[in-house]
């Protein structure tokens, strides 16, 4: 390939950037007929990345099935780019098994025998879903052609320069390794998915408390990344946090600890100690942890697309309104079309629960706005039974108004919301739960096509990011259900207490230990280690990762910054345009520096997801390929020179 062939640089080499080559691919003839040279700077492996490496416990799994995976762009997305069709994992699965699928390496014996025991309802590991990701990105290099050179550094990004001028040139770019190699770009992408921040000043405090003490803290992180050796057998641990990292938490302080689970004949389990296990004290904002994946299967009508939450509804408030209100106007048509697929299939599937016809409840149901007195009463009238009255705000705040009397009520009140969670979600008796996780998966992927970013006014903007993303995180992406059931159990053999909502934690001078508590409970207790259980907040600030620090304290990237009755507010993400390009404090972008991530201001739609669902990220996929592509076919000078440096070691650098 000729040495001037237009570069494009990844920083980041995980199953998003993996998805982006796949689409650059797809893409390419129709838009781009030239050479092309392609570096990814990734220290982990190219494909899987950190969060999804195969170094991680085998304990570990994925919060979603295996027939729920897959990095296909296939022919449900609504994209410019041509859909590419392929298998997901649990197809991937079969393939390797039966040798259709051959760009494989050779697998350890525990991957077969994972392999061979997956079917489309298995919740797979992570280090198998690894496996998926790493043949994903070779398919997508290869598939970019011969006249497309992929160049992986097993290194780190650390600074990205303009060669000519310092900070201030035009396009073309210098990329700093770790390892002191230096490459030049035309385009440079961040991609780099989860990212570590420098500790608040909160948990920094915390952290220097528990050192000054002689006790244990663990800032927000990802939580296999956490050494917790330190913590002793039988020592009690407070834990702030019960979603997805507390879920991971648990595998690796119990059973990679030595414990095990057996199963009970009621379908419970109980948990046989190792002798290992710290006593842990765990409570979060709503008490609870994330609700169960669900296991039953539809009776009544298929949920169709978004009846309310529509783009001519939403063309219609944005005609009207200089900026929307999430609350005021998208909320109560997203809370309405969740309430008609759930009562759908309680209607068509259930008849014997409700009175009356599908037919005529949903022609009344239509005609009413969700927050209304009469859409109560007819739900009152058509539903006898309370308990199957969908009340979304009972859904996300399921001990609102509650005051507990003591200990023992906290612990019963918890353990049966639990138990539950587990009957609503896994009994075939009650797929009108499914309807509802259906509903609302489909809005979450449809809110970020529908609904430009900067026509949210800024509480809007931070509700969309905050209270809804968690709201949906809770109900829609939960644990297995064999998790919860092992809460249970690590909770009936005492190794597992609960807090309640409303927690609290402080650090005590006097006794040097951290107290923690609930809002709406007397208990207090302390212990003398102390796990915030969650991802870090983002804040490119405070990245601890190199090249984001350095875009920030160039000046040539911004967090964004929302105007609030409180004056502005930083919500610690890079702010980037529709496109995905770099913006800089006064909004003027960076040309020819992109980045996509949960990092950034866009939407964050994740990297993989639901076969045949229109998927969020791939749309974005294809869309910022096809702009990678359309900026490499502009006219322009050429910023790329035959003897252009490119130094890193040959232990870091493979190309495909």
Known sequence: MPSFAPTIVFIGGGPRSAGILERLAANRPGLFDRPLSIHVVEPYEPGSGRIWRYDQSPGLLLNSTAADVTMFTDSSVACDGPSVDGPGLASWATGVLDGSIRDVPELEAHLLEQLRALTPASFPTRQLQSKYLEWFFR??????????????????????????????????????????????????????????????????????????????????????????????????????????????????LFEGRGGRFEDRPDGGLDYVPSGAEPRLWAGSRRGVPYHSKISSTLRGEPVGAPRYFTARAVESLLAAHEELDFRAQLWPLIAKDAGHAY??????????????????????????????????????????????????????????????????????????YIERDLKLRTSPDHSETLALFTALLRVYMELGRLVPQERLNSRSQQAVHGWWHGFFSFVDSGPPPHRLREILALHR?????????????????????????????????DAAAYIEARLPSPSVARSANPALADLHDAGWGTEQSLLTSDGPHSTGKLLVSSSHEVLAADGVRQAGLFAVGPWTSGWGAGAFARPGTNA???RENDALARRLLAELAAPRPSTIHPTSPVRPTDSQLLSF
């Open 139 to 252: 398919r997508a290099v290869t598939a970019l052609g011969p006249d497309v050179t992929v160049t992986i550094h097993r290194d780190t990004a650390t600074a990205v320069e303009h060669p000519a001028s310092g900070r201030d040139g035009g396009a073309g770019y210098r990329v700093q390794l770790a390892s002191g190699g230096v490459l030049e770009a035309d385009l440079v992408l961040y991609s780099l998915g989860h990212t570590d921040s420098r500790a608040e000043p909160e948990s920094a405090r915390l952290a220097e408390f528990a050192a000054r003490n002689g006790g244990f803290h663990a800032a927000p992180s990802y939580t296999t990344d956490v050494d917790y050796s330190a913590i002793a057998p039988g020592q009690d641990v407070l834990v702030s946090g019960m979603g997805l990292a507390f879920v991971d938490l648990l595998v690796l």
């Open 343 to 416: 009562y759908r299939e309680l209607f068509t599937g259930y008849p014997e629960r409700v009175d009356g016809g599908w037919d005529a409840f949903s022609t009344r149901f239509d005609a009413l706005d969700w927050y209304s007195r009469e859409r109560e009463n007819l739900v009152a009238s058509a539903v006898p039974d309370p308990t199957l009255r969908l009340d979304l705000e009972a859904l996300d705040q399921p001990f609102s108004g509650c005051a507990f009397a003591d200990h023992a009520a906290v612990q019963r009140s918890v353990a049966n």
């Open 493 to 525: 053999a005492g190794f597992l207490q609960f807090l309640g909502p409303g927690m609290w934690v402080r650090p005590d001078e006097a006794s040097g230990r951290f107290v923690a508590g609930s809002f709406q409970s007397p208990v207090v207790v």
């Open 616 to 618: 969020a990220p791939f």
